[in-house]
């Protein structure tokens, strides 16, 4: 089985659609029988491709918002029928419009592949409704009557990543008429075991939380994940503490502290007397010093206003690590029926009320949890179980 994935970008700042990408393909691709390629829109010169070992088809570097190429297109009608399988990965992006192009062309021929489109939560209703958002919702509205529609309709069906993704799919956009719907999951390959290069590694980018309890957010830091309120909550449960030592430190870790929404974060951090002392930016986390920050913290925070699945959420479970997270991420009720986590609203009261709760724990509560959060990863999150379940599905269309 061949199979193409398509997608914008595979930059790992970008965020987790492509990280996704990478998970199936490792979890896939272990099979003799089931080989794997990637069509992006990256410049070919692009430093993060450089060590990848997957093939990917870089025909970028793509140009503006819409992440346009002429080369893309042409690729396709030269390339697309040596795959059984083609996964058209995100929406609005240039990249749809053109599988749909060369679908159209090929409408008079007898096509031999099948063509899925996987959103990764990009159909979820908050993207219409949240609050600065309004003209993007606009000219996705449009965006969907004009192009992004008539993919759904000439795909095989959609792929989702949880039951949640697949319900809520359904509420912002009309028509909606895909030809068949398809919960095939999501996972990651387990984490390599802990080993004391990952302590270096993590410790020096830092050194504030040597021989500290911290709790860990690592994601973008973008007004979605709720990183403000996150800093808003942490703050009150610290004053309002009779002894700050007893409380973890916060690490936060990942990129964007560049953009006007992570100065404002990180404004929000010096500015304050109580937060300056006790939060610590990190920039992006990879390899080695990712995972000595999985392994040293005390758990892993999450207050998303919007996750499609969360694989930091998911990494931490497979490093024994509970988490703490909103309502909004779209896992939690597997999560949190393992006892693997505190659950609240992506507020600054849900937050501050899921923080109050760790903190209060024992220590044996503690390693109850921590147990709970492994064993919750191997039975919902392990990457051989989802990739089994998608090359079972993919299969059934090959009979």
């Known amino acids: 089985m061949n199979i193409l994935h398509i997608i914008d970008s595979m930059d ?75 996964i058209v990965h995100g929406l609005w992006q240039y990249h749809t419009f053109a599988i749909q192009k060369v679908l159209k062309s090929q409408r008079q021929n007898k096509r031999l592949f099948k063509v899925f489109s996987m959103p990764h939560g990009m159909l979820d209703p908050y993207f219409q409704k949240a609050q600065g958002r309004k003209l993007k919702a606009i000219r996705n509205t449009v965006y969907w009557k004009l192009i992004e529609n008539k993919l759904i309709e000439q795909s095989d069906g959609i792929l989702f990543t949880s039951e949640d993704e697949l319900l809520l799919a359904r509420e912002p956009f009309k028509p909606y008429s895909p030809k068949s719907e398809q919960v095939v999951g999501l996972g990651i390959v387990p984490p390599p075991p802990f080993d004391a290069s990952m302590s270096d590694a993590f410790f020096d980018y830092c050194p504030e939380v040597i021989n500290q309890e911290y709790i860990l957010f690592l994601g973008r830091i973008n007004s979605k994940k709720g990183v403000d309120i996150l800093l808003d909550a942490y703050s009150k449960l610290c004053i309002e503490s ?158």
């Open 242 to 399: 009779k002894n700050t030592e007893n409380i973890p430190r916060l690490v936060i870790a990942g990129p964007g502290l560049e953009t006007t929404y992570g100065k404002m974060i990180h404004h929000q951090v010096t500015s304050s007397p109580v937060l300056t002392e006790r939060v610590h930016f990190t920039g992006m986390l990879s390899g080695d010093s990712k995972w000595g920050a999985y392994y040293h913290c005390s758990a892993f925070i999450l207050p998303s206003h919007q996750e499609n699945f969360g694989i930091s959420v998911v990494e931490s479970l497979a490093c024994g690590k509970p988490v703490l997270i909103s309502d909004k991420i779209n896992i939690w009720r597997e999560i949190l029926s393992m006892n693997a986590c505190f659950v609240d609203s992506d507020t600054v009261a849900g937050t501050y009320s899921s923080l109050s709760k760790w903190c209060s724990l024992s220590d044996h509560e503690i390693k109850v949890m921590s147990e709970n959060s492994y064993e919750c990863f191997n039975k919902y999150f392990v990457a051989d179980s989802t990739a089994e379940r998608l090359i079972n599905f993919f299969s059934s269309y090959e009979q």
């Open 12 to 86: 790992p700042a970008m965020g987790g659609v492509c990280q996704a990408v990478r998970t199936i393909i490792d979890s896939t691709s272990v099979r003799s029988n089931i080989h794997n390629e990637v069509v992006s829109l990256d410049s070919l010169e692009a430093k993060f491709l450089a060590n990848d070992s997957r093939i990917i088809h870089a025909l970028g570097p793509a140009k503006g918002p819409w992440s346009y190429s002429p080369n893309l297109i042409p690729w396709l009608s030269d390339n697309v029928g040596r795959f059984n399988i083609v």
